[in-house]
C-alpha cells in the first residue's frame, strides 16, 4: 500500500479560498479519519486526492509520485461514495467487475477477485442480483467490493454510513474496522459523526473552515484537545465549557462566582485573563455544598442502560452534563453539587480557543 502526502494544499473557487495550506502525511497502511461539521471542507479534500477537484496550491503526492495532474483513473486509488453509485441495470457480479473489465483484466483474474471479495464482504449469495433488489448495507458492502477488487494503493470513503439506519451503521463501522485490519490498506475515511472518527481511526484531522484543528490519535485528542473546538467537538455528550477568569498570580481561577486554585500556576503574565475551562462528564464527582464547584438543579436525567447522564441547571448558559453511575436513582429537581481535580481540568484562552499549558 502506499503512503499519501498533502503539502500545503489548497482549494480556491475564484476568490473564495476554501481549503486552506493543508499539510497532513498519511502512512502507509493507515487508517486516517477526516472529521468535523458540514461545510468545513473535508470531503472537497477527499475529492482533491481522488482527483475529482482541482488542486489550486500545493503538491500531493502518492507513493513518492507527484500527482496533481494526473486523472483520477490514472492514481490508483478507488472510492467509495455516500451513495453508493452503483448501476442499477447491472448485477452486483457485474457492478463490482466492471472497472476491471474497462481496464482489460482477464476474465478468470476477474472471476476470481470478485468472488474473494464477495466472500470477505458476505455478499457471495448475492452476486446475481441487482442493487434494487439489495438493503442499503448491502448495496455499501457492494461498493466497497467494487473498490477491493482493484487492489488500490489507497482507499477512500465519502460518509458511506450516513444514509443508513442507526443499527445498521454500528454492523457497518465493524465490517469496515475488520476489512481495514485484514488488508491493512491505506485508508482516508471522511465523516461528521466523532463517534465513527473515534472508533475507526489509527489518527483523526479535525478540519474547521477550511483548517487543520489538529491531528492526532483518538485518544489524545479526546484527553488533550489543542483547541476549545476540538474539545467540544470530540466526545458525547461533549465536554463542559464555562467562561472564568484566571487569577492575576495564575494560580487559580474565578468562575459563577467561585475561586479554584490550580495545582500548577499557568504563565500569563501579571493581569488577570478571559478565559474558558472545559471538564468532561465523567471527570465530575458529586460532593458537598462546601467542597462543590458546581451546584444546581438537576433538569433531565438521561438514563441509557449502559450509563446515565445529567443535566444541572448551574447558572451557565448551558446546563452542566455529569456521567453518574449508570444504576444512580436520579429525581429530578433535586439540588446537587459538583467538583473535580484540578488535574482533570482543561483550560483555553477565551479569545483565541487555543489550549493553555
Known sequence: MAGIELKRIQKSYGSLKVIHDIDVDIRS?????????????????LRMIAGLEEISGGDLIIDGARVNELAPAERNIAMVFQDYALYP????????????KMRGEKDDQISGRVGQAADVLKIADYLERRPGQLSGGQRQRVAMGRAIV?????????????????ALR????????????????????VTHDQV??????DRIVVMNGGVVEQIGRPLDLYHKPSSLFVARFIGSPTMNTIPATLTADSAGIQILGRHLPLQTPIASGASTRDIVLGVRPE??????????????ELMVAERLGSQTYGYVEIGHS?????????????????TM??????????????SSGRRLS
Not at 497502511?29 to 479534500?45: A, D, I, M, Q
Not at 453539587?337 to 477565551?350: P, Q
Request: charged share 20%.
Open 29 to 45: 497502511g493507515e487508517f486516517l479519519v477526516l472529521v468535523g461539521p458540514s461545510g468545513c471542507g473535508k470531503s472537497t479534500l
Open 89 to 100: 441495470h447491472m448485477t452486483v457480479r457485474e457492478n463490482m467487475s466492471f472497472g476491471l
Open 150 to 166: 482493484r487492489e488500490p494503493a489507497a482507499f477512500l470513503f465519502d460518509e458511506p454510513l450516513s444514509n443508513l439506519d442507526a
Open 170 to 189: 454500528v454492523e457497518m463501522r465493524l465490517e469496515i474496522a475488520k476489512l481495514h485490519n485484514r488488508m491493512k490498506a491505506t485508508t482516508v475515511y
Open 196 to 201: 465513527e472518527a473515534m472508533t475507526l481511526a
Open 283 to 296: 471527570d465530575l464527582t458529586q460532593c458537598s455544598s462546601d467542597d462543590a464547584w458546581f451546584s444546581g
Open 318 to 334: 448551558k446546563m452542566l452534563s455529569v456521567e453518574f453511575p449508570r444504576n444512580s436513582d436520579l429525581t429530578v429537581g433535586d
Open 337 to 350: 453539587h459538583f467538583r473535580c481535580t484540578s488535574g482533570n481540568i482543561h483550560l483555553f484562552d477565551a
